[in-house]
């Protein structure tokens, strides 16, 4: 009687030991692998993000120490230019110091008289008047200026204060003409000694 052979794997439905083993381990290394895959894509990606911001950060902090260095070239264009209108105004303030010094010597203590007037209009010089002319007569009885000033409305303010000195104390300013002259207004002051007063 010849032999036949059964397959009882196929007749039982048993599927042979070890192969689902197989399948689970190939599962799991391609788990693995998408795994690290994955891990690796994030790293990646941080690295990136990190490298991006760090530029960002050093194009930012280039950009504020170029503002810190303009800052500081317009401050110290600013302070020089501040020194140097400073200096003038010391230097003028010295030139007028020296000429009160001056003319209050000539005077010899008078209060009226033209080296009085010298007097009064060098203590209220104002910065922006410039005297080109200055006349007196009768000893200071007939007294008139002429020069040029940067603000028309400069002029009363001046007269008024020339009015505060003993010098022109009760004169009046009979005759002021103003007349513009490019940047600058061109001005003529006439004035007269109080009536009875004496020379």
Known sequence: MAGQQINLYLKLGVKPAGYPHLQLGALALVLVLLG???YAGYLAYSAAT?????????R?????????AVLDAVQAAEAERLA???GGLQAQQREKDQLVTLL???SQGEGR???????????????GIVLTHIEAADQGASFGLAGTVNEASLVPVY????GQEPAFAGRTFDKVTLKAQGKVTAFEVQ?????????
């Open 104 to 106: 209050a010597t000539a």
């Open 113 to 127: 008289g033209f080296s009085a007037m010298l007097v009064g209009l060098a203590r209220q010089h104002q910065a």
């Open 159 to 162: 007269l008024g204060r020339l």
């Open 60 to 68: 930012q902090n280039q950009a504020g120490q170029a503002q810190v």
């Open 36 to 38: 690290l895959g994955s």
């Open 50 to 58: 990190l490298t991006s911001e760090a530029l960002a950060m050093t």
């Open 191 to 199: 004035s007269s000694a109080p009536s009875g007063a004496g020379s």
């Open 84 to 86: 140097q209108v400073l």
